[in-house]
């Protein structure tokens, strides 16, 4: 019998440690990510799990032929770390003896090493699994793990509970013909458009809780702001005053984001050339009030009161930031016709709801508001809109046994992370997207 102890013995130096060794020889694993072959030396590039490590091949010290190595080739370098001081490191790596764990079969289909790229949409995504390979490609998506680890450490400060709801629901939440159906053993069931009714429940056991996970949404649009799953970031908040208080949690969430970016993500932000926003302040504005200042600026005739048009949000965008600045804006008091029945209504005017969306650089990445949180009147809202409420018992239980007024949002992740880097298709922000054409990879 052999015990597995919990310890590994490290036998190779991670990338950001080599600086730590000069004058050391070291072993160093990755992949081959391009061979530039000089006229008595060559750079050899290797690919490792965060960054392109740069090594020199030179016959006087390096051990085997630079034959012997193909580009993509999975690789243990040993090398010698040598002082450099024209060098950006401060040093050079010079390969000794070189261990070749595998090699590809044949060629790549795609170029992958250059700087960017260089192919249709189409060709990234149906090569994805090697696109992802691209120094920027990748970038993108450790971009988009450090937004998360951000709102992560934000909210655990803020004394949130993060919890795993049920991605095979009963019923949707939002209604509608936009759920995906499916047979459970015999039981028509959907997968979830949103955690909703769960992260609500939740309120009433923690307070505060929150959720990074996938929604899938059924809908037949073929946009470039659209997938038909994505990742939707989650929160929602007991015992507020207003659903300013949501707006105000946000504010905090996504300021700390930016300055966490800042500290552990700055080799990503170079290589996007990503444009982090400063945020003070956000704006905002309420609905009825945005249609009009959009419609006198552009002498644009409104044509939908209930929702913006794409390019409502872009134009609403511009307004904004010559006005203030600011590349956030929330809209707030969406018509009640048009948000869901658990969306509390304004005591103000019935017609509104307390609720808002978040547009960022002329794109909606947030929907939140306050919701019902008194049984009689969850219900009778229900009622008003013809609804049967005892499809919803189990939802309707935390109003029946007492809930603290509550609201929250839903933040798409790849939505925002696509304005971040000011790309034009969420798909590109998208690790392996679905949507309407696409099921692989």
């Known amino acids: 019998m052999k015990n597995i102890t919990g310890t590994m013995e490290k036998k190779t130096v991670e990338a950001e ?15 081959i990510y391009k061979i530039r072959t000089m006229s008595d030396f060559a750079f050899v590039l290797l690919r490792t799990k965060r960054n392109v490590v740069q090594c020199i091949y030179s016959a006087e010290f390096s051990g085997f032929s630079l034959s012997e190595i193909t580009e993509e080739s999975c690789v243990i370098v040993t090398a010698h770390v040598k002082a450099e001081e024209r060098s950006k490191t401060g040093y050079d790596l ?14 790549s289909p795609v170029v992958i090493n250059n700087k960017r790229v260089d192919a249709s949409m189409e060709t990234l995504l149906n090569f994805r699994p090697l696109t992802l390979r691209n120094e920027r490609e990748r970038a993108i998506f450790k971009l988009q793990e450090g937004i998360t680890c951000g709102i992560r450490e934000f909210l655990k400060q803020e004394r949130f509970t993060e919890v795993h709801t049920p991605k095979i629901v009963y019923a949707g939440a939002e209604g509608g013909a936009n759920i995906f159906c499916l047979n459970y053993f015999g039981k028509e069931a959907y997968l979830a458009q949103s955690p909703q009714f ?22 037949k649009h073929d946009t470039s702001r659209h997938l038909n799953e994505y990742t939707s970031v989650d929160f929602e908040m007991g015992y ?84 203030t600045g600011s590349e956030f804006v929330f809209v707030t008091h969406y018509p009640s016709r048009k948000r869901p029945f658990y969306a509390k209504d304004s005591g103000e005017n019935q017609e509104e709801t307390l609720s808002f969306d978040l547009l960022f650089r002329g794109l909606e990445i947030t929907t939140g508001g306050q919701r019902i949180h008194k049984y009689k009147e969850q219900i009778a809202k229900m009622e008003y809109r013809g609804m ?44 392996f997207p679905r949507d309407i054409h696409r099921l692989i990879p």
């Open 240 to 323: 507020i005053d207003s659903f300013e208080d949501i707006m105000q949690m946000e504010t905090m969430m996504l300021r700390h984001v930016m300055v966490y970016l800042k500290e552990q993500y700055e080799n990503e932000i170079r290589l996007l050339n990503a444009k982090l926003p400063v945020i003070d302040e956000i704006p905002a504005i309420k609905f009825k009030e945005a249609k009009e200042m959009i419609s006198l600026d552009y002498r644009r005739p409104v044509k939908d009161f209930d929702d913006f048009e794409p390019e409502e949000e872009r134009l609403l965008y511009e307004l904004v930031k010559q006005k």
């Open 17 to 31: 440690e080599l600086g730590n060794h000069i004058g050391e020889n070291v072993q160093i694993h990755g992949s």
């Open 94 to 107: 010079q390969m000794i003896k070189i261990e070749t764990l595998s090699w590809p079969e044949e060629p």
């Open 388 to 431: 049967n409420a005892e499809l919803f018992d189990t939802y309707l239980m935390m109003h029946k046994y007492g809930m603290p007024p509550h609201g929250g949002l839903g933040l798409g992740l790849e939505r925002f992370t696509g304005k971040l880097l000011e790309q034009d298709n969420v798909r590109l922000s998208t690790l």
């Open 198 to 219: 769960y992260k609500q429940m939740m309120v009433g056991v923690y307070e505060r809780v929150f959720e990074i996970a996938p929604v899938f949404r059924a809908e």
